[in-house]
């Protein structure tokens, strides 16, 4: 199956709702039955701001940066390049916590 064309219930489970309401729970919502290749710029930075998929979803958004995609979604100009770069960072740093205080490393697509 090509990258793109899965969901999020495919790579992280199904859609839990929570017990409060809140915009960006609309967001999550509305966006996780989209296919990976149909999530606009800014679904993508959400979706890596909240460290969902990340696994998944920051190859596809390096590619969308590396590919100059621009979908007028983004909030503001470099939103996806912003978020990229923060999900790198927490990368780095979750490895480095990890490993100062002797845990395994993180499971692929964990939150």
């Known amino acids: 199956m090509n990258p793109l064309d899965r969901t999020l219930p495919e790579i992280v489970g199904p859609w839990q709702e929570p017990e409060f309401k809140s915009d960006l729970i609309d967001r999550m919502r509305n966006l996780w039955l989209k296919p990976l290749g149909q999530l606009t710029n800014h679904e993508v930075a ?5 460290r969902t998929a990340i696994d998944d979803i920051l190859p596809v958004a390096k590619a969308r940066v590396a590919d100059h995609i621009i979908d007028d979604s983004e909030l503001y100009d470099a939103e996806l390049v912003v978020a990229i770069s923060d999900t790198e ?3 780095r740093a979750d ?3 990890r ?3 002797g845990l395994p490393p993180r499971e ?3 939150e």
């Open 89 to 91: 960072y927490w990368l």
């Open 99 to 101: 490993r100062i205080r």
């Open 46 to 50: 959400t979706c890596l701001r909240q």
């Open 95 to 97: 490895a480095e916590d």
């Open 108 to 110: 692929r697509n964990s």
